[in-house]
């Protein structure tokens, strides 16, 4: 398949471009640079299957050429982005969902949605169902985000019924692995980064909110399939393992070697105490589970920081 993807620098959609290369699609991979990276790209210099377009998809974008599916990717995705790029991140989540369904419909295309688990809120359930409608705030500091990516889904399901467009949308939990960015702002490269500078580690609150992380080879896995599917009602991604912030942090400073010393903070308004995904729906529908230990996958990730901190 010839498959466009927004955001297609940045941090899970350059891995994603692996797996699909791997598989023999071609790709055009068009990003901004705002968060993303050429650097994430720059091993695909001279493939004749992939090809970059700078383009901020919140904007029209003319390719005229056939095209098989369209994964919409493109957002700020982490606190420090959205509440530094907050009318970027409401542009790319409406005008930039309205031209990468547009580009597919024209080209009669399938298209998936990259959703987030943040549409769940401060959820008042656990885990998390794909039948629950959340509890967000619709104003708060997060809402640029929550509310760009639920609109989404809302605009996603409106071009599915009023066109017949062949849609999916993924919900993707918490995420990490190499290619993160270190000044990222969410707490595995922020505790990597400071392991490596042996520097305490950061907690918010009183560090018993929990997150479920997902290694990166897992989730492109996942969204590969649910990309091959005829699934069109959102799905989780994510990893069910449940883990504390104080875990987390023992995690790192196993892997790391260094003793665990913190620092506290106030916990920022908003923030989920609790987030962790049901993925009954991807079991059965897509035989998907990740594999990938948090262990494991923190050693990889830091394996890479400590690489690339240069």
């Known amino acids: 398949m010839k498959i466009v993807i927004t955001g297609g620098a ?11 290369i791997k598989e ?3 790709i055009i991979c068009v ?3 705002i968060t993303g990276s050429l650097h994430n790209i720059k091993h695909h210099e001279g493939n004749k299957r992939f090809r970059f377009i700078k383009h901020d998809i919140s904007s029209y974008l003319e390719l005229n050429e056939k095209i098989d599916y ?3 990717l493109a957002s700020p995705a982490s606190p420090v982005d959205y509440n ?13 969902t309205f031209n990468a369904l547009e580009l597919a419909l024209k080209n009669k295309a399938k298209i998936l949605f990259s959703s987030t688990s943040e549409v769940y809120g401060d ?5 998390q169902t794909e039948e629950y409608w959340g509890n967000v705030n619709p104003i708060g500091p997060r809402s640029v985000y929550d509310e760009a990516k639920r609109f989404s889904e809302a605009t996603v399901m409106a071009y599915h019924r009023h066109y017949g467009l062949d849609t999916r949308i993924i919900r993707i939990f918490n995420t990490y692995g190499p290619r993160m960015r270190k000044n990222d702002g969410r707490v595995v490269p922020n505790f990597i980064s400071q392991a490596l500078n042996n520097e305490p580690f950061t907690i918010y609150g009183n560090g018993k909110q929990t997150r479920s992380f997902c290694y990166v080879s897992d989730l492109v ?17 994510g990893n069910p393992n449940e883990f504390t912030m ?3 942090a023992e995690v790192v400073s196993k892997v790391a070697g260094i003793p665990v010393k913190t620092i506290d903070k106030p916990l920022p308004p908003d923030d989920p105490k609790q987030r962790r995904p049901d993925i009954l729906k991807a079991k059965k529908e897509i035989n998907w589970e990740p594999v990938v230990q948090l262990e494991e996958g923190i050693s990889k990730t830091l394996e890479w920081f400590r690489d690339n901190d240069k």
Do not use: Q, R
């Open 70 to 72: 369209v994964l919409h």
């Open 24 to 26: 023999g699609h071609e």
């Open 10 to 20: 940045g941090f899970i959609a350059s891995h994603l471009t692996d797996l699909l």
């Open 246 to 248: 104080i875990e987390l």
């Open 84 to 96: 530094e790029l907050p009318i970027e991140t409401l542009e790319v989540g409406s005008l930039g």
């Open 123 to 127: 959820p008042l359930i656990s885990p």
């Open 221 to 237: 896995d996942g969204i590969y399939k649910v990309m091959l599917s005829n699934i069109h009602s959102p799905i989780n991604l």
């Open 31 to 33: 990003d901004n640079l």
